[in-house]
Nanobody, 119 residues
Framework: VQLQASGGGLVQPGGSLKLSCAASGSIFSIRAVNWYRQAPGKQRELVATVYNSGGTNYANSVKGRFTISRDNAKKTAYLEMNSLKPEDTAVYYC??????????????WGQGTLVTVSS
């Protein structure tokens, strides 16, 4: 299984970015996809989760500003980030829970994409 995260970059406060996480390889199903972030000197924190049902959860710090979604046909998850703040600056990681066969499931870390919010 390979994960390719993209979409990070430098954006001004109040701006927007959309991150993507594409999975490839032997994938039978994707049960849930999480986005985590890790700011310099801080622990990695869970930002958002989208489940196979389409249900979502968000950290309080991003509710109303971030939207997580998935395209099962493309095996890709997205994190749309609006009204970005300097405190959103971090490396963002996708962390899907997926199965390579009906009974072989695991979680995988993507390589991370850097988001910098600064004027």
């Amino acid at each position: 299984v390979q994960l390719q995260a993209s979409g990070g970059g430098l954006v001004q406060p109040g701006g927007s970015l959309k991150l993507s996480c594409a999975a490839s390889g032997s994938i039978f199903s994707i049960r849930a996809v999480n986005w985590y972030r890790q700011a310099p000197g801080k622990q990695r924190e869970l930002v958002a989760t989208v489940y196979n049902s389409g249900g979502t959860n968000y950290a309080n710090s991003v509710k109303g500003r971030f939207t997580i979604s998935r395209d099962n046909a493309k095996k890709t998850a997205y994190l749309e980030m609006n009204s970005l703040k300097p405190e959103d600056t971090a490396v963002y990681y996708c962390y899907p829970d997926l199965c390579s066969s009906r009974y072989a499931c695991s979680t995988y870390w993507g390589q991370g994409t850097l988001v910098t919010v600064s004027s």
